[in-house]
């Protein structure tokens, strides 16, 4: 715990919840996942969403998904540019100025080159290489796809993800957000510790 940078990220992803929060609404990104797939839907079927001037969204869906809520779903998947569906697509492009901005990786390629300098013995050159090879593009980021789609879709069926109901629901009192933030850490701790320990095995194999 000598390390206090996480309270720093904590406290930072918890004004920018409530300055949302305050000025538009509360924040929840896995609904948007659910309109870009809609917006495939209804480019390949035009007649899946249909307009419904009876209806306050103005839409209906012969789809029970989109038409849920009174056809809010399919509102959003016809009219995308919002501001739920920008906040969503800017997620990447903050995630690549946080990269591109992180001065420790630049620290760190320094620090690597100051220790290659100072050990010159062929073993220890083995070593550093095999500890720096990069993994094949399939170990690398099939698996991270692959548990990305399983957490998507476990948010859907949901009905909400870690956003909307964890902070989102907890910042709005919901006994749903706080059940959740429980069964999150329950499993997900336990889970990380046994995936990092079979991970070390490996490497030391």
């Known amino acids: 715990m000598h390390n206090w940078k996480w309270l720093k990220g904590a406290l930072m992803l918890g004004v920018v919840f409530f300055i949302a929060a305050l000025l538009v609404k509360p924040i929840g990104v896995s609904t948007q996942f659910s309109v870009a797939s809609g917006i495939l839907h209804s480019a390949l079927d035009p007649d899946v ?4 001037e009876t209806r306050d969204s103005g839409y209906r ?3 029970a998904y989109y038409d849920k809520s009174d056809g809010k779903l399919a509102k959003s998947i016809k009219n995308p540019i919002n501001y739920d569906f920008i906040f969503v697509l800017a997620i990447p492009l903050g995630a690549l100025a946080g990269y ?5 990786k630049k620290r760190n390629t320094i620090e690597a080159q100051q220790l290659d300098s100072e050990f010159d ?3 220890f050159t083995i070593k550093a290489k095999q500890s720096t090879a990069r993994p094949s593009f399939l170990k690398n980021y099939l698996p991270a796809f692959v548990g990305g789609f399983l957490l998507l879709f ?5 009905d909400g993800c870690t956003s909307g109901h964890m902070f989102s629901g907890i910042m709005q009192g919901s006994v749903s957000g706080f059940i959740f933030a429980a069964a999150v850490f329950l499993t997900g ?6 995936l990092n320990k079979y991970v070390m095995e490996r490497e030391v194999g």
């Open 61 to 63: 869906s012969s789809n």
């Open 154 to 158: 476990g948010a859907r069926m949901a």
């Open 100 to 104: 591109l901005f992180n001065k420790s």
């Open 49 to 52: 969403i249909q307009i419904d």
């Open 121 to 123: 013995a062929p073993e």
């Open 189 to 194: 701790i336990p889970a990380a510790r046994h």
